[in-house]
């Protein structure tokens, strides 16, 4: 496979990614994250945008996790070919998997162009941090209209993965994408954290992964035995984000006495999602249909 160039260049700090990745004419760096490289490229054959994610876990990042580089590397193929497997609205898909000639795993899927973050700022609420924040990265609810529409489309993707299995782990507002800049429809992704019955579930005991302020109770004290009520929890969470434009911490108050148009009838869903016994959070799909029963006053 013709690369163009290699796989990166160091210059300092600065990794150059290839020209080409198979096809793929690569654009521009999106974003950086612990195991993977996002690009924005061009694909010539469709004409289209595309996302090329390509596996990358430094020697410094591997020291810190409970894993090594084998066991990511395996999680990161285990979730390109999840992806491509599902054909569902709210999930995003993955169209190819390919692989450097050093054998590191690349995925592509179709461009995207922001996630949830674009619309409720970073979950940032120290006030000194806040000073260093662009305004349009500050923290802010959306519409109770937008967040319950969000949390549907949200719920219906999950519960398509839960019916296969899969528990995602890692529900928060980066990992949601959105297919427009303005009330654009959300498909879930980065799969990197999950579970999927035997294969996929080689958390060690006492580890927790994913992101601790949408992590539920059970998951924080042990990823291996998390359900997916453990994603439901992340949803409920999820849903004051929206709301409120804050997370619930501590003993928080009902969406319904802080935001207007709300009916209390939100506030037991986010009860029931964030119920401390796993056992008494209902299934995504039921989530989904009690989003449309009267949640919001007329």
């Known amino acids: 496979?013709?690369?163009?160039?290699?796989?990166?260049?160091?210059?300092?700090?600065?990794?150059?990614?290839?020209?080409?990745?198979?096809?793929?004419?690569?654009?521009?760096?999106?974003?950086?994250?612990?195991?993977?490289r996002l690009y924005r490229a061009r694909d010539p054959a469709l004409d289209r945008w595309v996302a090329v994610k390509v596996f990358d876990l430094s020697p410094e990042k591997e020291a810190s996790l409970p894993?090594?580089?084998?066991?990511?590397?395996?999680?990161?193929?285990?979730?390109?070919?999840?992806?491509?497997?599902?054909?569902?609205?709210?999930?995003?898909?993955?169209?190819?998997?390919?692989?450097?000639?050093?054998?590191?795993?690349?995925?592509?899927?179709?461009?995207?162009v922001a996630n949830l973050r674009r619309e409720i700022g970073r979950d940032v609420f120290d006030p000194e941090r806040q000073r260093n924040l662009p305004?349009?990265?500050?923290?802010?609810?959306?519409?109770?209209?937008?967040?319950?529409?969000?949390?549907?489309?949200?719920?219906?993707?999950?519960?398509?993965?839960?019916?296969?299995?899969?528990?995602?782990?890692?529900?928060?507002?980066?990992?949601?994408?959105?297919?427009?800049?303005?009330?654009?429809?959300?498909?879930?992704?980065?799969?990197?954290?999950a579970k999927q019955g035997a294969d996929m579930s080689r958390s060690r005991a006492g580890v927790w992964i994913g992101t601790l302020d949408y992590l539920a109770p059970e998951q924080r004290e042990n990823a291996a035995a998390a359900t997916d009520r453990a994603d439901i929890y992340a949803v409920g969470?999820?849903?004051?984000?929206?709301?409120?434009?804050?997370?619930?911490?501590?003993a928080f108050a009902p969406v319904s006495t802080l935001v207007e148009g709300v009916d209390v009838?939100?506030?037991?869903?986010?009860?029931?999602?964030?119920?401390?016994?796993p056992v008494l959070r209902p299934p995504a799909i039921r989530m989904a249909a009690r989003l449309v029963q009267g949640v919001l006053k007329t």
């Not at 496979?1 to 521009?28: C, H, N, Q």
């Not at 296969?164 to 800049?181: A, F």
């Open 135 to 193: 305004p349009g990265q500050l923290p802010r609810a959306v519409a109770p209209e937008r967040a319950v529409e969000i949390l549907r489309q949200t719920c219906l993707g999950l519960a398509a993965l839960h019916r296969r299995g899969i528990v995602h782990r890692d529900v928060k507002p980066s990992n949601l994408l959105l297919t427009e800049r303005h009330d654009g429809m959300i498909r879930l992704c980065d799969l990197g954290m």
């Open 1 to 36: 496979m013709d690369t163009g160039l290699p796989w990166f260049t160091k210059a300092g700090p600065v990794l150059s990614a290839p020209a080409r990745l198979g096809i793929y004419e690569i654009r521009e760096l999106v974003v950086s994250s612990s195991f993977s």
């Open 237 to 250: 969470v999820l849903a004051y984000r929206l709301l409120t434009g804050r997370l619930p911490v501590g």
């Open 67 to 112: 894993y090594d580089r084998r066991e990511w590397q395996r999680r990161f193929v285990a979730e390109a070919r999840i992806l491509a497997a599902l054909d569902h609205p709210h999930v995003v898909r993955v169209d190819a998997l390919g692989y450097l000639p050093d054998g590191t795993p690349y995925m592509v899927m179709p461009w995207h």
């Open 265 to 277: 009838a939100l506030d037991h869903w986010v009860a029931d999602a964030m119920a401390p016994d």
